[in-house]
């Protein structure tokens, strides 16, 4: 018999998700992911100017607050035919591959490492034999002896204090924990330095959108004005203070996560063949255009599907199409009008509330029943997995140079077989992976802003289509880009210069959805099943498996009236994000 474990709230991740999951002979036989908050963004921007929307569903997430916007934007260009001009194609290119690899750093550092090193075993670390073992996989400058010591002082006063501060509530001393002390302390040490990382390299989002959450941005372009000798403008000193922050940004990621990455996955490659999703389904709707939006083939990040783990072909994704893309709500807290087991395409998708399932606190969910406020989306009827893994994997069947270069000489390193590519090893690896040629891209686009502002191109935006005397009087757009997480678009249907219905599908519901009509999984539930399980009561390895994906999911949710009356707030734990 089965013996179902809950892990609420699962920690280290952005938002409030419940996994409940049956274990049997050692291993996830079964398990159900749950998203236990709502969302009525779509409900608010209802009715307003389709030229603000992007401020209010911008923060949707107190994270993904750039690719929500950027989204947003592009669904209303993409309606109403606006072209913008390539500096602000270049701009808004920067500013996402600064928030990508930006929040990839974070998520290994910070939210995902601390399943595979253990902290407490940094106590047994010698510094002498660290910096031997860091100073042979990098050139990194800080990796004396001098210096790990210090980062070993700094540990063991966590320790002997007993409050461990950032570092507790870790399964430290589980079995399942490989990294001999010296790995340890290298991790740690890097892990305090990410966080000046991540404090720094957000300045590119000031100085191109104006603030850091919520940067500004434009329909039309960016708000940002070039004026090389203008003190309130986007000028000579701002733009080469950008530059600098992307060079120390390549040899951060390039130096020292890719580095520690590779070493850590070496102590775990048995990880290669564990959380594998069992449809093996990819979705990237690509992004990064080198020419424009409308020219796919421009894209960095190219677009495609992978069915069945079948790496010979790629198919081809048609966001507009209506019988490709669909939304279910048979297991999530929502209703449609056209019924539960019936699927709709977001532009004519419903954010109908229904909650039906058990009052806190309770023991299971009713699994039988509605278990998610997720949607659940698939792609003519398929679940697909979304995310750094999902790109690396497409750019790669295609054949891209640049992605079976990086791709195939780290399978090289690491010894293990493509395949390894489809689990937890390989998901945490697509970040690292993504995040060194996502630097690289990152200083090409900054060279041919700075090259187009050389030879006299200054424009930042298109105003042309801003009077709404000239839109049609229904127009319908989807704005679509590659998140952090994964594929994110926004659909908008307008109807008398107002927006008549809004809809977001976002890469965690294509990811932690729950069940469809046909029973079918999605990424979240397939890809923990036969995970060995070595102790129930930490249950540490659906903890490496779900936090490889990086969750992200909103923490608490704001109501308003229609009049923008705030009517009430439920918390669900944690920093409030909308």
């Not at 274990?23 to 409900?43: L, P, W």
Request: hydrophobic letters at 40%; one cysteine or more.
């Amino acid at each position: 018999m089965a013996n179902r474990i809950v892990i609420d709230p699962i920690t280290r991740i952005e938002g409030h998700l419940r996994i409940e999951a049956e274990i049997k002979d050692g291993k996830v036989v079964n398990a159900y992911s749950s998203s236990t908050m709502v969302r009525g963004m779509e409900k608010i921007v209802e009715g307003r100017d389709p030229r603000d929307v992007w401020a209010f569903v911008q923060r949707t997430c107190g994270v993904c607050t750039t690719v929500h916007a950027i989204a947003s934007i592009r669904a209303v260009e993409d309606a109403l035919g606006i072209a913008i001009p390539p500096n602000a194609e270049l701009a808004r290119n920067i500013i996402t591959v600064a928030h990508a690899f930006q929040d990839h750093v974070v998520h290994f550092y910070h939210l995902h490492a601390l399943d595979w090193v253990d902290v407490t075993k940094v106590l047994d670390a010698d510094p002498k034999k660290t910096s031997e073992l860091a100073q042979s996989i990098s050139k990194w400058h800080n990796s004396s002896p001098g210096y790990f010591s210090d980062v070993k002082k700094r540990i063991k006063k966590f320790v002997e204090s007993g409050q461990l501060g950032i570092f507790a509530n870790g399964y430290w001393g589980h079995p399942a924990m490989k990294l001999p002390p010296e790995a340890n302390l290298m991790a740690v040490a890097h892990y305090l330095e990410a966080l000046d990382f991540q404090r720094d390299i957000v300045k590119i989002h000031t100085i191109l959108g104006g603030k850091n959450p919520h940067p500004h941005f434009l329909v039309g372009g960016l708000g940002a004005q070039i004026n090389m000798d203008d003190a309130g403008s986007l000028n000579a000193e701002r733009l080469a203070y950008v530059g600098k922050l992307l060079r120390e940004a390549y040899e951060f990621v390039n130096e020292v996560y890719v580095p520690d990455l590779l070493t850590i996955a070496s102590f775990y490659k048995d990880w290669g063949n564990i959380g594998i999703s069992k449809f093996k389904n990819y979705l990237a709707y690509g992004d990064l255009p080198t020419d424009n939006i409308r020219n796919v083939k421009s894209y960095k990040w190219p677009r495609g599907i992978i069915l069945n783990g079948d790496l010979s072909t790629v198919h081809d994704v048609d966001l507009e199409n209506t019988n490709q893309i669909q939304e279910f709500v048979y297991k999530s807290w929502y209703d449609y009008s056209v019924g539960k087991d019936k699927g709709l395409h977001p532009y004519a998708g419903e954010t109908n509330i229904h909650y039906t399932g058990p009052k806190p606190p309770y023991e299971h969910l009713d699994v039988d029943k509605e278990y998610s406020f997720v949607k659940t989306p698939r792609w003519q009827g398929k679940p697909m997995e979304v995310g750094p893994l999902a790109r690396m994997l497409v750019g790669y069947a295609k054949g891209v140079p640049e992605y079976k270069e990086i791709v195939d000489s780290t399978l090289h390193k690491l010894d293990i077989p493509v395949e390894a590519l489809f689990s937890t090893l390989g998901r945490t690896a697509a970040r690292g992976l993504e995040s060194a040629l996502l630097t690289h891209w990152g200083l090409e686009f900054y060279d041919q802003l700075i090259k187009n502002i050389k030879n006299g191109d200054t424009r930042m935006a298109n105003m042309e289509k801003w009077d709404p005397s000239t839109w049609p009087k229904e127009a319908k757009g989807v704005g679509y880009m590659e998140a952090p997480r994964g594929g994110l678009a926004h659909w908008i249907v307008i109807k008398d210069r107002k927006t008549a219905n809004y809809q977001m599908v976002v890469p965690t519901t294509w990811n932690a959805s729950p069940r469809d009509p046909k029973g079918q999984m999605s990424a979240y539930e397939s890809s923990l099943i036969d995970t060995p399980i070595a102790d129930p009561a930490r249950p540490l390895e659906i903890l490496r498996t779900i936090h490889s994906f990086d969750p992200c999911l909103a923490c608490a949710v704001h109501l308003y009236d229609p009049h923008g009356k705030h009517i009430g707030q439920i918390q669900i734990g944690g920093a409030c994000s909308i």
